[in-house]
């Protein structure tokens, strides 16, 4: 077996372990960390896939961006486990029913059958000077460049349903009024009080 | 590397209406910023000249031949212009109710009509995509609008339910279609519609390319299924029709219907139309089902919502019965069918607006006691719609469903074409309910609806068209057949 190969299977094992770890782990922030975890095994196998850009940009957006926040959420909304798991027991049965029916015909057609070396040879591995990213570049920016442009659309709408769905003007806010702090008079701040002198009776 | 790619500003000149409507989009986004409580009303005005600019731009398209730009993403065809002509004239239609609605509810905030915007531009890039790539980002620039939309009025815990249950099960529908676009593109070695449909027309293809086309296939109509809410994928129809704000359920049961016809066309007809032995069958489960399932679940609804859901439902299976047949004609039959559906249910859901009084959703079926004696004319409009929806002779509603049956039985289904008869009737049931209870029973309430003139004037034109076009449909149905 090459070393290439045991990379192979040693991530892909982490791979669908880590899933498998995120789905039934009774701790959510444990599932965070495990889908990191698969997120570095994808990443790792779309390294020997000689898709560098595409595994380094997993790793420094979904992992060091998104999957951060997402533990932020997760320690902030302090989700009720029981919540969560209460029909767990329930759906189970049917569906391992339906996954196994899926898995077993999908294992139908996606075997070495189809997709054996016989069938599909081998990809040519580049030379150590080929740009992975100049590639993307060059079909992003012209082939691509109309889906590319709708991506920012898609981009430009998620940050108007961000902004509507969370923000609102909030009644209770101690906002600093720069112009009040200004305009305001002694007589605004002091208030003199005149109370009648007495003493107290114990003093008597 | 060969890179084929070229760029004149000219060629361009076929995406002008998209073009325009993203400037003013983003224009009106940025005008609805600073305008005062006293000029709010600005961003409705400006969104429907932004509609209507867009809708004669596209009008003006119609007839320019076939052209194929942005290498091949883009494709401006007669299919296409029509279809943005219907697309954006629905949503300046429906932006008029949705006005009412959103004083009457006080949810009218700028960013309501840019989503709108947004997603008849989705709609638009959905109509035009000449490959997987550009229809996948066009059908998520609507949904991710419209899930925005449904959570607008997130002080409901009703709609933000809805629109969770819709966003993810939108994301797992994206899911399975990215799915199936990838095993397409694995096997077919592209992503562009030409590209397939010639690798799927090859004569010398092998079983094996076949097989795996085939897998891809189940999933991308599962994915499209979905989109268009057949049974059995039609769980969310209901909880999101009930739950969302009225005037959202308007916009986002009529017009996206137009959009994911012209993807099941471009996918499934102008791709792997080769293929179509196969998913016929597919189609012919899934219409039947939602034929059946449609009209005797809405049997027991109470909410008049959540019936109109079941009925899309049963809509949309007599929808993908014009794909089983196999022939252009019948494909026409069912794009004549959606353009009659969405013209029917933006009336259905006006009169439903109209109904809102003041934060008081009129959304239970015996809400409509007695709307004969307190607003005949509402009353008829309505009467004119459900009479349609249920397939009456004169109007409009009989002629999508007989083209469609015609359709079918001279494709030689007749077993099926007598079922999805049947239960036509037993829809009925609760489209002359609606009719029984405006114009038989008495209401318990006693107040005359008023609504602004405009309103009024479109709900009008809206119900008439139903009769007018029922009296004349060869017109709209001539427009259909030539689209294919």
Redesign the interface.
Known sequence: MEFEQILFYLFSFWFIASSLAMILSRNTAFSALFLILSFFSAASLWLLLEAEFLAIILILVYVGAVMVLFLFVIKMLDIEDSTLRAKFTGYLPIGLGVAVIVIAE?SL??GV??FGLD?VPQPIRHASDYSNIT?LA?ELY??????FE??A??L???I??A???IHRPDKRAKKQSIEEQVNTQAKDRVRLVSIAPYKKKDEQ | MTNNFSFEINSLLVALPEIFLLSSIVIVLIIDLFLTSKFRQATYYLTQLSLMVTGILSFNLIGHPETVIFSNSFILDNMASVFKVFITGSSMVAMVYTRHYLLQHSLYRGEYFVLVMLAVLGMMVMVSGYSMLTLYMGLEILSLSLYTLIAIARNRSIAVEAALKYFVLGAIASGLLLYGISMVYGISGSINISDISAFAHDPSINSRDTLILNFGLVFLVIGIAFKLGAVPFHMWVPDVYEGAPTSVTMFLSTVPKIAALAMLVRILVDGLGSMHDYWSDLFLALSLLSISVGSVVALMQTNIKRMLAYSTISHVGFIMLGFVTGVVSGYGAAIFYVLVYVLMSLAAFGVIIILNNKGYEADQISDYKGLSKNSPWFALVMLIVMLSMAGVPPFIGFYSKFSILQEVVSAGFITVAIIAVVFAVISAYYYLKIIKFMYFDESDKDETISAPMDIKLILSINGSLILVVGLFPDRLMNISMSLL
């Open positions: 999908m057609v996606l059958d189809q069938v590639e060059m012209t082939i691509y460049v109309y889906p709708l991506a659309v898609l430009l709408i998620a108007i349903a902004i509507t769905l």
